[in-house]
């Protein structure tokens, strides 16, 4: 997809910055596709975002991530046994943690009008946000991305049918507010890194 390339790659910074302000218009936001959507909305919310065209790549920035935050042999918190092998390649303690430094999850999907992420038991157990460590790495695809949290939920009782996960929810905030915000109240901001995996 050359579209992530298009907005994060290689290019002159002259027709990058005309591309940002072309999506800082509310009319050419709210007629982006989806991933442009999402990926606008993520950044503005202040989230962290890696695009990552392979698992080798996705393992790379996930070492770089450790590195750059300090994390290497130290806990983390992971609730999903298909991550554990990410963990163990990097010496990381996951069983019996007390203080884990990061949460390492994945997640049910990406959210583009809000630009937030949709959890639920599978990832995040019966925890809510502020329980969580303050730092989380996401692990997700780019076929996971959905216009509206409405899409999310639909999508969510589609793949589980009898099975439904508890406790669905979204994280939206990945930075402080830098003044009080009223639609942060009760919410507390996370330190977010997304390694977006190519599978379109």
Not at 12 to 24: I, M, T
Not at 115 to 137: A, C
Request: aromatic share 12%; net charge negative.
């Amino acid at each position: 997809m050359s579209l992530f390339k298009k907005f994060f790659g290689s290019g002159n910074d002259a027709s990058d910055d005309e591309k940002q302000s072309e999506y800082n218009t509310p009319q050419a936001h709210s007629s982006a596709p989806a991933d442009e959507k999402f990926t606008f909305n993520f950044k503005k919310n202040g989230g962290k975002f890696l695009y990552c065209e392979d698992l080798t790549e996705m393992k790379d920035n996930f070492e770089h991530i450790l590195e750059e935050n300090d994390w290497f042999e130290s806990e983390a918190a992971c609730y999903e046994p298909k991550l554990y092998s990410m963990l163990e390649e990097n010496k990381l303690e996951y069983k019996n943690v007390t203080q884990p430094k990061f949460l390492l999850a994945s997640c049910e999907n990406l959210i583009a009008d809000e630009g937030s992420i949709l959890f639920s038991s599978n990832q995040i157990k019966q925890y809510k946000p502020n329980d969580l460590p303050v730092n989380m790495v996401i692990v997700a695809t780019t076929s996971q991305i959905l216009e509206s949290k409405s899409d999310g939920l639909r999508a969510i009782k589609k793949k589980y049918d009898k099975d439904y996960p508890t406790n669905i929810t979204t994280i939206k905030y990945f930075e402080k507010a830098k003044e009080e915000d009223f639609l942060q109240y009760g919410s507390s901001a996370k330190n977010l890194y997304l390694l977006l995996l190519e599978d379109l």
